[in-house]
C-alpha cells in the first residue's frame, strides 16, 4: 500500500464547477506539499501546509493532521487549471525527503 | 524568485553512453534531489544531498551516481546508459521543508 493515496486519479471536469481533490497519507508527517505539474513536465509547489487551511486564489487547500488527509478545493475551475495535481508528504523523523502521490490528472472542459 | 535550473528539457541518448543531468539552484540551499517520473509510478527517489559532498541513496538508485562539489549544483550521472532509464527527471532544492523544482528534462535512451 502506497504512502500517499490520492483520489480521483483522473477528473474531467466543465469550466466553472467546483473541483475537490483528496489526498490520504499513512505516516506520520511535519509538512503536505500540493504540487501542480503541467504538459511539459515543470513542477509548481501551490501549497505548503502543516495544519488547518491555506486559500491563494481560486485554490484551497486544507488538512486534518488527526484524520491524515488533506483536500485541494478548485472554485470555478478554468481550462487552465488543466494539469496533474500532486500530493507528497514530508515524514516526521528529520528526513527532509517527500514522499508523492500518483498524483491526479485533471481536464477542464470550456 | 527561488530558481531550480536544469540543463535541458529534451535529450537522446545512445545506450550506453555516459549521461549527465545538471541542476543549479540559486538560493543556496543545503538540500538537492533528484527523482524521476514514470506513468503509473509517480515521482520517484533516485539520490538526495544534504550539503556539498555529501550524498544518500533514495528509493531507485541503481544504475546512477550523482555528484555535488558545490552547494549550488547536483549532478545526475547515468554511468551505461539503457533504454530502461528512459524518463523524466527532475531536480528540487530545498531549504528546510519547502520544496521547488526545476522544470524537468525528458531522456529518452535509444
Known amino acids: 500500500k502506497n504512502e500517499v493515496e490520492q483520489s480521483p486519479q483522473n477528473l474531467t471536469a466543465q469550466e466553472g464547477e467546483f473541483i475537490t481533490i483528496n489526498c490520504s497519507y499513512s505516516v506520520g508527517i511535519s509538512a503536505l506539499h500540493w504540487l501542480q505539474q503541467h504538459p511539459g513536465g515543470g513542477i509548481v509547489s501551490l501549497f505548503m501546509?502543516?495544519?488547518g487551511k491555506k486559500k491563494h486564489g481560486r485554490l484551497i487547500a486544507t488538512i486534518n493532521i488527526q484524520e491524515k488527509h488533506s483536500s485541494l478545493h478548485i472554485t470555478a475551475s478554468h481550462p487552465r487549471d488543466s494539469a496533474v495535481y500532486i500530493c507528497?508528504?514530508?515524514?516526521?523523523?528529520?528526513?527532509?525527503?517527500?514522499?508523492f502521490g500518483k498524483g491526479m490528472k485533471l481536464t477542464v472542459n470550456p | 524568485d527561488v530558481k531550480v535550473t536544469q540543463s535541458s528539457r529534451y535529450l537522446v541518448k545512445r545506450t550506453g553512453e555516459k549521461v549527465f543531468l545538471e541542476c543549479v539552484q540559486d538560493m543556496d540551499h543545503e538540500n538537492m534531489f533528484w527523482y524521476r517520473q514514470d506513468p503509473g509510478l509517480g515521482l520517484r527517489l533516485i539520490y538526495f544531498?544534504?550539503?556539498?559532498?555529501?550524498?544518500e541513496k533514495g528509493d531507485i538508485p541503481e544504475g546512477y551516481s550523482v555528484s555535488r562539489e558545490k552547494k549550488e549544483r547536483f549532478s545526475l550521472i547515468l554511468e551505461s546508459a539503457s533504454t530502461n532509464q528512459t524518463s523524466m527527471y527532475l531536480c528540487a532544492s530545498s531549504p528546510s521543508i519547502g520544496a521547488f523544482f526545476g522544470q524537468g528534462t525528458r531522456l529518452t535512451v535509444v
Open positions: 544531498s544534504y550539503d556539498v559532498k555529501m550524498k
Open positions: 507528497a508528504v514530508v515524514s516526521q523523523g528529520g528526513s527532509e525527503k517527500l514522499v
Open positions: 501546509l502543516s495544519s
